[in-house]
């Protein structure tokens, strides 16, 4: 077996970390995680951590869970991979009939990928391509939302609006409009409005995250604001792209964001929490509408060019499969609605905190925005790395978070119980004290 101290040797030598400054990380000790039990990860030590943000937004039920974990080991008995490309498998066709089964109404054919950004991409394309099908090639450009975040891949970043990812690849993206974030719901319907008045044949689709911007900074919409953007996209003819890579499967204390308005998209996007975690898997799914744009003959070129090596891989999606069984035969999403109190209740605690300048939630998703004078609207320094510091600390309390800038994210499995999502809270309440304001006295 190889040592503790050869793993953190090889980390700091060959990997290069994801969204991470390595100058920085190269100065740090590792936390190496080596197991898990229900909503706890446990280090190479024996140190147990809360994890706080479900290992980057992606697990449901809680780590180790015995359904998923057979479901895994059945289909490893039986194949590990076959491609989609002129043949099927019986995984990916039984998981497509349970999607199509619980998402909004009128969705009808699912399109699998990867992660969430390669389901981006097939839904841009998708989207893009229908609309030469349908003799309207003009159509050919997106409206997103500013802090908005769909991906890394060049499509998904020509639709994003966060600067600090995105700016620097600005010569490599096609052109958007981009109109406001949720900071602001009243005046995106207003651009949203403009924008099409003038120019709705160039536009091929919206997308947006339904409700929450997540790495955007959790920025939450008003209530009822998706219903008017289904609306407007329907008077002037363009597609709704719901992109719910992070809101899916009961993040915002429904099934899926789209359900608080009863709204169905044109093409609906899942990945992180299809498999709760377990394996890289995602969906694009869309209308009967749109599917049958792409039919004809052979000679007519009308097929959707595009796939993956991975698409409908049996494991992931036997993974896939066992997640949704679990959430109909617990009854999951009823029981998030418990949760969810708790954690606006505890949340009200941090009110308190003298940098603490805002605080968002919907459902399981929550945001505190750190700020060095909250009353005058002054941040800190980038210097301060204020939310790194408060999830350096709460490291050090058994709890793993991740910042995103100054503002502090909160998104546990939905499966947390209530002592455990107490002592999370808690635990974050005692951080930002610490580091805000008991380090100056």
Known sequence: MTSKSKIKSYDLDYIWHPFTQMKEYAKEDPVVIEDSDGVYLIDSDGKRYIDGVSSLWVNIHGHKVEKIDDALKKQLNKNSHSTLLGVTNPSASILAKKLIDIVPKGLRKVFYSGDGASAVEVALKMAFQYWILKDMPSKQKFICLKDGYHGDTLGAVSVGGIDLFHSVYDPLLFESFHISS????????????????????????????????????IKVAKDGYLKQIRLICDKYNILLIADEVATAFGR??????????????????????LTSGYLPLSAT?????????????????????????????????????????IFEEDKTISKIKQTVETLEDELKEFKGLSHVADIRNKGLMAGIDLKKDPINDIPYNISDRIGKRVCDLAREEGVLIRPLGDTIVIMPPVSIKAEELKKLTKSIYKCIKIVTEDEKE
Do not use: R, W
């Open 182 to 217: 949720y900071d602001s719901s009243d005046q995106t319907i207003l651009e949203l409005e403009k924008i099409l008045s003038e120019k709705s044949n160039e536009v091929a689709a919206l997308i947006l995250e339904p409700y929450v911007q997540a790495a955007g900074g």
């Open 252 to 273: 915002t204390g429904e099934m899926f964001a789209c359900n608080h308005d009863d709204v169905t998209p044109d093409i609906l996007v899942l990945g992180k929490g």
């Open 285 to 325: 799914i869309t209308t009967e509408k749109i599917f049958d744009a792409f039919l004809g003959e052979v000679d007519e070129l009308k097929a959707f060019y595009h796939g993956h090596s991975y698409s409908g891989n049996p494991l992931a999606c036997a993974t896939g499969i066992a997640n949704l069984e």
